[in-house]
């Protein structure tokens, strides 16, 4: 453990380039340390060693005009899950074959992870319980590389000029699956209050095709433009996490009104199953968000609105012939796989195995 690794944490209220900016702070200050990652068991003892180490980097934190929340930045095990390779090898799986049991291609990997917990007004209007969000990752737009560093000066790199947005995310899978290529560095460089450029993507999708033309008995919708994408990626839902006078914007899209499905009950199906507090409205980390893409991409949300068009999504069940097949890369958790209590993500697989 050569270097200690810290970082700070701001909120910023108005403009997030030019806003009010506050400093959010626990018992000692300012200043957060980062766990060390999982360099082994030697190094930690065990699972359980390096867990009690991470936990205290658990801070609790003071939100200036806020409240109180939780905050933990460190490594964690791969919480994500998905047989990537069959996917991409044009769906070399049976998308209508068992709903688990197909290998998870991330289970041996770690990741860095941000948890943070705020108080519901933290975030809402007190009137619009709705509430969405999206992440961003940016970079200095010059790198330099020092060739003689002097002695006792690890930068061997310099950094400077404007902070460049190289990453964004909202919803699972936009830019892989959604966004054609020509756009996804553009995409990833904008805000959602751009999005009206990326529009054509989401009425009119290409995955659909291919996976009719993978599998015939799959047909793709025929309504467009989909209008029912667009609730699932631009708008939110009506009745389940679409807030009023929205915009069209991708991102991730919560009611905060809605109860939370207890540890150990909740379906990874989200919604689709009848569990409202799950997928699309917020993302838990065992909801099954590839299932659930590829279905909504292949018309779920026509056939779960019925022919009253329940959750006025612009499409019926005849337009989706294939709406109600439950397809499936046949990888699935439950969310008594994950930690019950904050940061919820699990222990980090040891650096020796």
């Known amino acids: 453990m050569n270097v200690r690794e810290t970082y700070t944490v701001d909120i910023t209220r108005g403009d997030r380039h030019n806003g009010n900016v506050s ?63 069959k996917i991409f090898d044009l769906f070399n799986l049976n998308p209508l074959g068992a709903e688990s049991g197909t290998k998870n291609d991330l289970e041996g990997n770690n990741v860095s992870s941000i948890a943070l917990e705020v108080p519901i007004a933290c975030v809402t209007s007190g009137k619009e319980k709705v509430i969405g969000g999206y992440t961003t990752a940016s970079i200095r737009k010059n790198r330099q590389a020092d060739p003689s560093p002097a002695s006792g000066n690890n930068n061997v790199t310099r950094e400077n000029g404007l902070w460049v947005q190289v990453s964004r995310l909202g919803m699972p899978l936009v830019n892989e699956v959604v966004i054609g290529l020509d756009d996804k560095d553009r995409f990833n460089a904008s805000d959602p209050s751009g999005d009206s450029q990326f529009a054509n993507y989401v009425t009119h999708p290409s995955l659909p095709a291919l996976v009719e033309s993978l599998f015939p008995s799959a047909k793709a919708p025929t309504n467009f433009p989909r209008t029912d994408l667009v609730a699932a990626f631009l708008t939110g839902i009506k009745g389940v996490n679409q807030p009023a006078n929205v915009k069209a914007s991708e991102m991730l899209r919560l009611n905060t009104g809605t109860p939370t499905t207890a540890y150990g009950a909740q379906n990874p199906l989200g919604v689709a199953a009848g569990d409202p507090a799950g997928f699309p409205n917020g993302r838990r980390p065992a909801d099954d968000v590839v299932d659930l893409s590829l279905r909504v991409a292949m018309g779920a949300l026509c056939t779960l609105t019925g022919t009253s068009d329940t959750f006025a999504v612009g499409c019926k069940p005849v337009n989706a012939p294939a709406g109600a097949l439950a397809l499936t890369d046949g990888v699935r958790k439950d969310s008594r796989e994950y930690k019950p209590v904050f940061p919820y993500l699990n222990t980090p697989l040891p650096g020796n195995n």
């Open 23 to 85: 400093a959010i702070t626990h018992s000692g200050g300012n200043e957060f340390d980062k766990p060390v990652d999982n360099i082994g068991d030697k190094s930690f003892g065990s699972a359980a060693g390096y867990e009690a180490y991470a936990n205290q980097h658990v801070y609790d934190i003071r939100i200036p005009n806020c409240g109180n929340g939780r905050l933990f930045v460190g490594q964690r095990k791969e919480p994500f899950y998905i047989a990537v390779g």
